[in-house]
C-alpha cells in the first residue's frame, strides 16, 4: 500500500469548507470539549484500507482531506484490524501508515450534534478509556510487530499512535506535535506513559509543555523515530523491514514485545522471570526448533511463524 498519495486539502481550504480536521492545529485530542468523537459518513473500509501481502498487513489511514483525523469508525476498525493480525497466523508483521500529507491530525470531533444530556462526572474518563486508550493499548497488545510508516503530521493522540508502534520509520518531511497544550488538555491517549519511558521525562515534560512541532530529523535525534528517509524513499523501507520481520520467528518476536513493553513497569526479578518463562514458551515452536537446526546444520533458517 502506498504511504503518500494525493496531497490533502490546506488549513485555509479547510476552513472554507468546513471540512472537518484541518491540520494540526483543527485537529482535537479525544477531550476536546466540542462535543463527542464524530462518526465517520463513510464506509470503514474506504476510510481504513486494509491489504494483506507477503505476510505483511497494511492498515492505511485514508482520509487525506482531513489530514486523517481519526474518526470513531476509524477507531474500531483498526483496533479490529490489529486483533484480526494477533490471532491469523497468516500475518506476520503490520505496517500502520496513512494516504497524503498527514498521518493523523489527531482525533475528529467535528460534524455531529452534542451530547443528547448534559455531560456528567466520570463521561470525560469513559471516553477516553473506551476510545483513545483502547486504539493504543491496540497496538501495544497486538502479538505481531507493528511499524508505523509516518507519511506526514502527526499531532495529539496520531503521534501517540506512531509512538506506541514497535518501529517508527518517518518521512523526513513529516512532524510531530504534542498538541494538547495548545488546547489546555492534558495529553491522553497514552502519552504520558509512552513519551518518559522513549525519551526521559524532561524530555518528555518539554515536548507536552510547549506543544512545538518536531521534525522528523529532530524526532530521531531523540529515540522517538528509528530512521528518517525522503518521503519517495518511506514505502520501499517500510516493506523492507515488515518483510525482514515476516520472514522472521513470529512467535519469538512476540513474546519478545512483551518482555521489552512490560520491562519498564517491574523490577528485576519480575523481568527475569518473564524472560525465562518465554523462553521456555518459545522452546516448544516449530521455529525455535527451526533457529537451532538450522545453526548445527550451518543454514539459513526457514522461519514458518509457528
Known sequence: ???SGEAGAGPD??????????GPEAAGPETAATGPETADP?????????TLDGGVSWITLNRPEAMN???RDQRERVIALL???SADPAVRAVVLTATGRGFCAGADLRGTPGPARERVPGDVARTIRLGAQRLIAAVLDCEKPVIAAVNGTAAGIGAHLAFACDLVLAADTATFIEVFVRRGLVPDGGGAYLLPRLVGPQRAKELMFFGDALTAADAERLGLVNRTVP?????ALAKEWAGRLAAGP???LALT???VNASLDGDRGTAFAAEAAAQEINMTTRDANEGVASFVERRPPKYEGR
Do not use: F, I, N
Open 13 to 22: 481550504e479547510h476552513a472554507r469548507t468546513g471540512a472537518p480536521g484541518a
Open 69 to 71: 483525523a481519526v474518526t
Open 231 to 235: 518521503a519517495a524513499e518511506l514505502e
Open 250 to 252: 513470529t512467535r519469538a
Open 257 to 259: 514485545k512483551q518482555l
Open 1 to 3: 500500500m502506498p504511504v
Open 42 to 50: 463513510a464506509p470503514a473500509a474506504a476510510t481504513v484500507l486494509h
Open 83 to 85: 486483533a484480526e493480525a
